[in-house]
């Protein structure tokens, strides 16, 4: 009974220490469990916060983040509707409009210093025969050079590149052009012109756009197709190009070196022609350098043999040679070949002495500021020589042909007077 006694405060203690640690257990337990639930639930919201509220997302915040539906971009773009302006604008993008004006306006320089008697349906013919050639000869070229054109950022966007008119349509056109213009040089004027300017078409055409990519001699090719307009306008006057028993090659002196005066009836001289096509041959060279070292990056892309891109330092000479080549040209030659005065040789001499500088700038640095202070040179330097030249143009006194307009105005108005 003792021993009963004495061991129930025992087993009383033993139970009261185990339920003991069982609460303790039950109480830690929830604790870390709470402790758990709140890290989570505060990592949650954490998270949570990174974005917006929902009670943010209303109307205005979503009209700023709205976005219009991309449509996808079409596989293939269709060509405009070819109507007759847009025909006429790609016609003329296919003739190289500006080029064309230059060829025109140097045949009609041509037409204009020629010593022959010339008349206006004369002059106008072989301006726009000479203008349908060219419009072959460009096109042509460019129905050659489509997959090298669309590798260069500045004749990407010419008619045949970006599809706008098909190749079939352009070689018709080329053909058209090519025709008419020989044909009506040959009935207007005479048939030395029309070969002359159906040679310039092939010579472009042919031999010019194929040397682009085989020899750096392109740039001496095309310097020849952009001599002889000048020589389509003298022989659309009667003008002879080479000397005969008939036309002998005359030399002018300048008035201090003989008494004799000019002999007027040998003013039809082959040296003329020659000095006009020798001024337009070497202007080509300063021009065309200065204007391909721009773009000597997208010769090289296009895989164009120029100088500009094989030689920088050889194209800034060869600029510079042929700019001090045009001194003695304008100096020199075409006054003794009567083509001008000598008062030409005096005042020629101030647009040489800055082109010759402006080339020398050039050949120096060979920078690109140079080579476009260049090439704007060559854009007023050729309209002042050919304009001087007509100032100075042998057998023409200007002085003597005010006074007549005036005397002719003056019987006009006295014979009105009378009546």
Partial sequence: MLSLLALRPCSRSALSSTRLVSATRSFFRQHTVHQQSGLTTAAQKDFASYFFHNDHWDALSLSRFARKPVEPPPTFRENAILTPKRLLSIYAQLSKTRLTVLVVLTAASGVALSPMPTTLPI??????????????????????????????VRTRQRPLVRRAISPVHATCFAIATGIAGPVLLWTMTNPLTAVIGASNIGLYAGLY????????????????????????????????????????VQFFLPPFLTDIPPDMSMIDNPLAAFSLFLLLYSWQFPHFNSLSYLIRASYAQAGYK????????????VSLRHTLLLVPICSILVPLSGLTTWTFALTSLLPNCLWVRSAAGFWRSCGEKQARSLFHTSLWYLPVILALMMVHKQGVDWADWQTEKVEESKKVEDTDAAR
């Fill in 209 to 248: 756009t194929y040397l682009k990519r085989k020899s750096v001699l392109n740039t001496w090719v095309g310097a020849v197709v952009g001599g002889l307009p000048p020589l389509m306008g003298w022989t659309a006057c009667g003008g002879k190009l080479l000397p005969t028993s008939d036309y002998p």
């Fill in 123 to 152: 002059l106008l013919s072989t301006a726009l025969g000479t203008a349908l050639c060219s419009a072959s000869a460009n096109t042509l070229n460019q129905l050659q050079e489509v997959p090298y054109d669309a590798q260069m």
């Fill in 306 to 317: 120029m100088l500009s891109v094989l030689s920088p330092q050889r194209n800034a000479l």
